[in-house]
């Protein structure tokens, strides 16, 4: 891979990812919400603590924020796998910021963003069934975890992706559940908050 092509799928979506739009918001409305709430900078927390157009806000910017590298390789004509690549490091930079001491979001919204430009058919059903599971328990969390955890499954079945792609996207679905892990405590232990 040419040094071009690696700052544009990597370095490039990293950097990108890693601003931290649900902190600055935050601080731009002198609010910190890491200490408030869930203590998490993406947008359902925002929403919770600042109110639902900011939160809203917040959600557009962070998929932007994967959207965006994302189609920046696509139009350069670098294959699939370059532009599931630049998707996974966005995440990654979402998730763990070096602006924020390598911690960050859950990758939820960067992450969608990413997914509508790889293939929007595949983010229509993943976000179905986010929604199936969202009306039903009312639980962000967990429809957050059930659509991360369908789109390599249903991807592989639309797409026929090569296996470094679905690799990659799995890889990138296996972040967005790992950084819910003290949702999943909260879930089993009856403790966490529905969305209302």
Known sequence: MELKAVLLCTVLPFLLGAVPFGYVIGKLKGVDVRRHGSGNIGATNVSRVLGKKYGALVLLLDALKGALPVLAVKLSGLPEEYQVLAGLFAVLGHCFSP???FKGGKGVATGLGAFIVISPQVTLLAFLIFLAV???????????ITAALSYPLIYRFLEKPSEVSFILVSLTALVIVVKHHSNVRRLLRGEEKKYR
């Not at 328990?137 to 957050?144: D, G, P």
């Open 134 to 144: 969202f009306l039903s328990t009312r639980y962000v969390s967990l429809s957050s």
């Open 99 to 101: 602006l924020l001491s």
